[in-house]
């Protein structure tokens, strides 16, 4: 079955800890996206990225770091120089960037701070 | 920058209503895409309906459509025939449109309605 995975579901880290999540694709999708989720905030763009090797900040991207070394990963590093790191994380995929194309989502890392 | 309003943050309606949910945007692009996510209590992100801005028709899918009122950056989620499953988050989201050669975004959300559909 062709979908997007992430690990782990949840995640602890202590202050000052750096902590990488994980993104992985198999629909072929060139564009890859994070976005973070908090109560009553909706989801707020982190990083994209639209093709390998390629990626661009989004709205909230200081103190997160991404790679795109593959077409099927995009992983994402929350740094220690993340003020409040604990959400809701989610990674999401489209054929096509910029485009009517549902972007598909999935299932999220719950990343708490000890 | 384009921003999504969404003003209900909670709606409840009875089973096999109607239920319209409002989400107003901003921005100064003339060609974009419109989306209505839902999210259920697993938390999975699930596409309900989409539009073109270029598009006058409005779009259906099944039970859901949308009033999409282009001059007044006005794009409503309308469910008929509510069912229990219903019950979720409902975000409104925006994107605009890519050309060749970049410009290209993800989604920009609204802070989303919690609709619960009662029995």
């Known amino acids: 079955d062709g979908g997007i995975t992430q690990s782990p579901k949840y995640l602890f880290r202590k202050e000052g800890q750096n902590v990488t999540l994980s993104c992985e694709q198999n629909?072929?999708?060139?564009?890859m996206y994070w976005y973070r989720q908090d109560p009553g905030q909706g989801l707020r763009l982190i990083y994209y990225?639209?093709?390998?090797?390629?990626?661009q900040k989004g709205d909230i991207a200081e103190g997160y770091s991404v790679s795109r070394e593959k077409k099927e990963s995009f992983p994402l590093t929350v740094t220690s120089a993340q003020k409040n790191p604990t959400a809701f994380y989610l990674c999401?995929?489209?054929?096509?960037?910029?485009?009517?194309?549902?972007?598909?989502f999935g299932p999220g890392t719950r990343l708490t701070v000890l | 920058a384009q921003t999504v309003t969404q003003s209900q943050p909670e709606m409840s309606v009875q089973e096999a209503e109607t239920v319209t949910l409002s989400c107003t945007y901003d921005?100064?692009?003339?060609?974009?895409?419109l989306f209505w996510y839902k999210q259920p209590p697993s938390r999975q992100m699930i596409l309900v309906i989409r539009?073109?801005?270029?598009?006058?028709q409005n779009a259906t899918e099944n039970r859901f459509s949308v009033n999409f009122q282009k001059a007044a950056k006005s794009f409503s989620l309308k469910i008929s025939d509510s069912q229990l499953g219903d019950t979720a988050m409902y975000f409104c989201?925006?994107?605009?449109?890519?050309?060749?050669?970049?410009?290209?975004?993800?989604?920009?959300f609204g802070k989303g309605t919690h609709l619960i559909i009662q029995p």
């Open positions: 921005t100064s692009e003339s060609n974009y895409y």
């Open positions: 629909l072929n999708h060139d564009a």
């Open positions: 539009q073109e801005a270029y598009k006058q």
């Open positions: 999401a995929s489209s054929p096509r960037p910029g485009s009517l194309a549902e972007q598909f």
């Open positions: 990225s639209q093709i390998v090797n390629d990626f």
């Open positions: 989201a925006f994107m605009k449109v890519a050309y060749s050669g970049g410009g290209a975004d993800g989604l920009t």
